[in-house]
């Protein structure tokens, strides 16, 4: 199994500028989930979704949209790109939340906007 | 609201040295906690978990963690540090409940000295 897909793998965005960030996996899971990693902060939770068509905001959700169209993508699309955007960002997944279930993430994103 | 507190942002050890790297958490319910890996370009990966069973609690790669209630504590030590543990490590709080969230600290970079 490829487990948890992020593509592309680097990208670098003018301002103004929209893209979208594709996370495909291919565990089943019902829960994904998309974080940013900026140097020094941790991972912050922009947005979540529990199953198809369901999705929901996380802490910092602000100029990030996201869909749910079938349990295996959850694509995370930027519409007006600023510089404040550039980060690394990962997809994870879980299958639920039963204690013993990890969660899985995507190699990642590394977003540049000049 | 959960909170984790990860001091310092870089710890360096020799080779063969005892490795800890301290994680306090804040939260009102009893958490789930964890310890996540990342190393260079790549996601993060699980090394262990608390699940409010034995509070020393065994990962890959030789790492441990105890679960101190009286000290909201859970740091993650390694008694022989090796060149491959150099990566960046994450503790985590998840509140129990199924839509409840991952959060957290702001990672620590682990350096091996040979």
């Not at chain 1, 940013?36 to 199953?51: A, E, F, N, T």
């Not at chain 2, 409010?52 to 540090?81: D, R």
Request: proline residues 6%; hydrophobic residues 35%.
């Amino acid at each position: 199994n490829a487990g948890v897909t992020q593509t592309p793998k680097f990208r670098i965005l003018k301002i103004g500028q929209s893209m979208t960030l594709q996370c495909t996996q291919d565990m089943n899971h019902n829960y994904m989930y998309w974080y940013r990693q900026d140097p020094g902060m941790g991972l912050k939770l922009i947005y979540y979704s529990v199953g198809a068509g369901i999705t929901d905001k996380g802490e910092v959700p602000n100029g990030y949209n996201v869909s749910r169209s079938t349990t295996e993508d959850f694509p995370l699309r930027l519409e007006l790109a600023a510089p404040s955007q550039t980060s690394v960002y990962f997809c994870a997944s879980i299958l639920g939340w039963a204690i013993d279930q990890p969660q899985h993430f995507g190699d990642g994103t590394r977003l540049s906007i000049l | 609201a959960q909170s984790v507190t990860q001091l310092g942002s870089h710890v360096s050890v020799s080779e063969g040295a005892l490795v800890l790297l301290r994680c306090n958490y804040s939260s009102s319910v009893p958490p789930y906690l964890f310890w996540y890996v990342q190393y260079p370009n790549q996601g993060l990966q699980l090394l262990l978990k608390y699940t409010s069973a034995a509070t020393l609690v065994k990962g890959i790669n030789g790492f441990e963690a105890e679960f101190k209630k009286s000290e909201t504590s859970f740091h993650l030590t390694k008694p022989s540090a090796h060149m491959s543990d150099a990566a960046e490590y994450f503790c985590a709080v998840k509140p129990p409940g199924a839509n409840s969230k991952l959060t957290f600290g702001k990672g620590i970079t682990l350096s091996v000295r040979p």
